[in-house]
């Protein structure tokens, strides 16, 4: 009995001492994802109509938008977009919700910050920073 285990488990090591070496070098190289990954969120504010539906779809609430009504155009046009990634679940239902595909899901995955306050985003501000990186 003792012996039997001991054996199974020198022999999975082994096979694993023995075979292809699996480590990534992550800094510099990056994983490839699953298409299916949820890790960020993202938003093309062009496109945001400011229906609210992806706050009153989020279980969590951590969704709060605001906007106002364009003079020239009478379209709601979208003032601030924040949300507390800390209490987020990704869990997609915002933007299942969206009409207009205005939000999304990345998958941006290195999101670790040393201040809990730093999860709390303004995403009118990512989303420009992004558009001037990429």
Same mark, same amino acid.
């Given at each position: ?53 992806? &706050? ?6 951590? $969704?709060?938008?605001?906007?106002? %009504?364009?003079? =020239? ?42 201040? &809990? ?6 995403? $009118?501000?990512?989303?420009?920073? %992004?558009?001037? =990186?990429?």
């Amino acid at each position: 009995m003792f012996g039997k285990g001991l054996f199974q488990g020198l022999g999975i090591t082994f096979k694993r001492m023995v075979g292809p070496n699996i480590t990534e070098f992550y800094p510099e190289q990056k994983p490839v994802l699953p298409s299916r990954v949820r890790s960020s969120m993202g938003l093309q504010r062009e496109k945001c109509i400011c229906c609210n539906m992806c &706050a009153m779809a989020c279980p969590n609430g951590v $969704i709060k938008l605001t906007g106002e %009504k364009d003079e =020239e155009s009478k379209k709601r046009v979208l003032k601030s977009y924040h949300m507390d990634l800390g209490r987020c679940l990704f869990c997609g239902l915002c933007t299942e919700a969206c009409p207009t595909k205005a939000l999304t899901v990345t998958q941006e995955y290195e999101n670790a910050v040393f201040e &809990a306050d730093d999860m709390k985003w303004d995403m $009118i501000a990512r989303a420009e920073r %992004k558009g001037k =990186e990429g």
